[in-house]
């Protein structure tokens, strides 16, 4: 039926029809699917080799493509400390960090190939970043920062040792820390070294060496602990609880997608009771999505079966949801804009290498704005020599722009001819370069929450056309024909209604 439905699909998109959904999907950005693992001592993993599979994703649909007006957010001054909320709580969102130990690369061509040719994260420069971003949010004087999930590259315990021990400087400076597990964090099969030629596998860590590491982090100074889980709350103030969701599976070894166990449930259910009955607000945060926020990418990025928690939170009137995964700065709200909001902050990793300011009032209206890391103002400090660090907003986007292409360009390189029934598809080195240019410029734009601002000049762009016409690789023509219709407003500032 698979390959039926291709031909029939892809004759339908080489007659001309305009935009429709037309794609096999591969998997989650910087995704790959799982197979078996070798349990080691001590309940350390050690990762073995598999290859990628295939799923059918959902269709999409055109919509508008003019930004909608968004109150502007003042951003705090960068050398002035900010003064505190005397009304809420200020939460500082960071999330798939993906941080890897220095003593895990040289970076040599292993670790080379692994950026140029990866999903658009600068690991890089991984450990500059967040010592940037975490000097930085000092100045914001905030109640707490939260990390929420893939915490390190693919869950080697040398970079979750190395990663605990920078929040535990951060927590140093007067900042509560609270962290959960993102899908690359346990029991990871590519928990990797990147020495010279070679990608070599290296110790990875179950749930609860997460739990050992990251005591301090949320795990001993939680209100109370799930038992089937890594979920726990946690009281940020007399009138404000953390309801912080271990969403992943990683049991025996890690999957992409995200999922919440019955018997969490049931002590989801316990904590919504307890929150009001002690009459605090509940503010929920997982790494995987609450809602639907990629068409393309909803079995591997949202919980399965999330109408359950959806429908216990929307009983509780909580207005909002946190979360990260999609590496795509987002939010969108549920039931047509009359349910609870989500809001997915981008990975600090991937340009623009931002995080998530979350202003959170007694009266549980909220403001929500990112900032980018300046890096610029880190490597004068530092007084760095590197020049991609001194010119970093020019070096991160072109970075992000040539990974881009290279996604594109690798995937049509790859099947220069495929038959698929009566139907082959062959492009010219020349349809290449401008179909794989065009996807590279909307998607840099989109993943920073922005693609408005490139959708009308992709759109009108002959590589654009040619993917309309050829629909082809079909995965990345349904992801580019998504980003273009959703890019009707700039994502990176939300104010509750």
Request: glycine share 8%; proline share 4%.
């Amino acid at each position: 039926m698979k390959g039926k439905r291709w031909i029939a699909v892809a004759l339908v998109c080489l007659a001309g029809v305009g935009i429709g959904g037309c794609s096999i999907f591969t998997g989650a950005p910087g995704d790959v699917r799982e197979e078996s693992e070798t349990m080691g001592e001590d309940g350390l993993v050690v990762p073995s080799a598999s290859s990628q599979e295939t799923e059918e994703s959902s269709q999409t649909k055109p919509t508008k493509t003019e930004p909608e007006s968004i109150p502007p957010f003042p951003d705090a001054e960068r050398e002035t400390k900010a003064e505190p909320m005397e009304d809420g709580e200020r939460i500082v969102l960071m999330t798939d960090v993906h941080y890897l130990a220095r003593s895990l690369t040289d970076r040599g061509i292993s670790f080379q190939n692994e950026i140029e040719h990866g999903d658009g994260k600068l690991t890089h420069y991984v450990w500059e970043i967040v010592d940037a971003a975490f000097d930085e949010i000092e100045l914001l004087t905030p109640d707490v920062l939260i990390v929420s999930g893939d915490l390190t590259l693919n869950g080697e315990v040398k970079s979750h040792e190395e990663f605990a021990a920078l929040l535990d400087e951060v927590e140093r400076r007067g900042i509560s820390v609270l962290v959960i597990p993102g899908n690359h964090d346990i029991n990871s099969r590519w928990a990797s070294s990147y020495i010279g030629k070679k990608r070599e596998p290296v110790q990875t860590i179950d749930a609860g060496g997460f739990a050992s590491i990251y005591a301090q982090f949320g795990y001993n100074e939680a209100s109370e602990r799930d038992p089937y889980s890594l979920s726990y709350t946690y009281d940020l103030s007399p009138s404000m609880r953390l309801l912080m969701l271990d969403t992943c599976q990683y049991s025996p070894v890690s999957k992409i997608g995200g999922m919440i166990g019955t018997e969490t449930y049931e002590w989801i259910d316990r904590q919504l009771e307890k929150a009001r009955e002690d009459g605090v607000i509940l503010l929920p945060v997982g790494h995987h999505n609450l809602l639907d926020q990629s068409r393309v990418y909803t079995e591997d990025c949202t919980i399965e079966h999330s109408e359950e928690l959806i429908e216990r939170l929307e009983a509780e009137n909580i207005p909002l949801f946190l979360s990260g995964h999609l590496h795509v700065q987002h939010f969108m709200r549920h039931e047509d804009g009359r349910g609870i909001y989500e809001i997915v902050t981008s990975s600090l990793t991937t340009p623009p290498c931002q995080y998530g300011v979350l202003e959170y009032r007694d009266d549980e209206s909220f403001s929500y704005y990112t900032r980018q890391v300046d890096m610029e103002k880190w490597a004068r400090r530092h007084q760095s020599t590197d020049e991609n660090l001194i010119n970093f907003n020019t070096y991160s986007k072109t970075a992000l722009k040539n990974i881009f292409y290279n996604q594109a360009y690798d995937a049509m390189k790859n099947s220069r001819q495929e038959e698929k029934g009566d139907l082959f598809v062959k492009l010219t080195e020349e349809q290449k370069k401008a179909m794989a240019e065009v996807y590279s410029r909307m998607s840099t734009a989109w993943y920073a929450g922005k693609g408005y601002e490139a959708v009308k000049g992709a759109v009108e762009d002959p590589g654009f056309k040619m993917w309309q016409e050829f629909c082809y690789p079909a995965v990345l023509y349904e992801y580019l024909e998504y980003m273009t219709a959703d890019s009707v407003r700039d994502y990176n500032k939300l104010q509750s209604e």
